[in-house]
């Protein structure tokens, strides 16, 4: 029998509602063709749907500024960690799943893959919105940022940066596998305003960073301030509701 393959989360504070870690769970589910381990670590299982496996949050020595920001991802590329073993695929919440999953662990298994990120293309910057990796393989980059957290912090301005730096051979997904919201599926002003966001047909992942969220994005609502609204504003996209459900 085929072992499960290892999909993870996180979820700390009151920013993202246990639903985002349900709705994201169900949206895998539909997705995967083959057994899945789906692991949430988290300050709060209240809540959690049937299927979901909960961890507390992995320990890891923040100063105070820092403790509930990405930062906190970098306590996952400790070993051992709730029995992960073989390649790991995390997910950030903010992301919507429209396309087959099991490619991202298909494609160049056993290396460290993760998005280039959209608003650096060219430079070598991974976005960990959607990233695999190995288990233990890379435990020396916790260890080098348990020994230099300072420095680290006043010298890469975010985690994504950060590993970046230390894994500059990374594998980039297929651009159109794992995308943007705002920068790849929203209309380029002056269209957004007479055109809907539409999904690209080999997209897997959509990614929600910023504003506006899932939920707010389906209604065509985009926090913004008021000078910013004439290019900051996307027409609603009610096929998110098809992906971003509770079964």
């Given amino acids: 029998m085929t072992a499960p393959v290892n999909i993870i989360c996180m979820r700390w504070g009151k920013r993202y509602p246990v639903h985002y870690v349900n709705r994201l769970f169900q949206s895998v589910a539909r997705q995967m063709d083959r057994p899945f381990r789906f692991v949430c670590f988290t300050d709060d299982e209240t809540g959690l749907a049937e299927g979901i496996e909960a961890h507390p949050l992995p ?3 923040l100063p105070e500024a820092a403790q509930w920001s990405p930062w906190r991802k970098m306590s996952i590329w400790q070993h051992p960690l709730a029995g992960l073993e073989g390649d790991v695929l995390f997910l950030d919440l903010d992301l919507l ?3 087959p999953l099991g490619d991202l662990f298909d494609h160049q298994p056993g290396t460290f893959c993760v998005i280039e990120n959209w608003t650096q293309a060219g430079e070598g910057i991974g976005n960990t919105s959607v990233f695999r ?4 393989k890379y435990t020396d980059i916790f260890t080098d940022f348990t020994n230099r957290t300072d420095e ?6 975010i985690e994504q940066h950060y590993i970046s730096a230390q894994l500059p051979d990374a594998t980039f997904w297929p651009v159109d596998w794992c995308i943007s919201f705002k920068h790849s599926v929203v209309p380029r002003f002056p269209l957004n305003w007479v055109r809907s966001p539409e999904p690209p047909p080999n997209a897997r992942v959509i990614v929600f960073t910023g504003r506006p969220d899932i939920d707010e994005a389906a209604k065509g609502y985009w926090p913004a301030p008021w000078f910013k609204r004439f290019y900051k504003h996307a027409r609603p996209a009610p096929w998110i509701n098809a992906h971003w459900r509770d079964e």
């Fill in 133 to 136: 990796f190995p288990a233990g």
């Fill in 152 to 157: 680290i912090l006043r010298t890469h301005r």
């Fill in 97 to 99: 799943v429209v396309g």
């Fill in 59 to 61: 320990p890891i020595t």
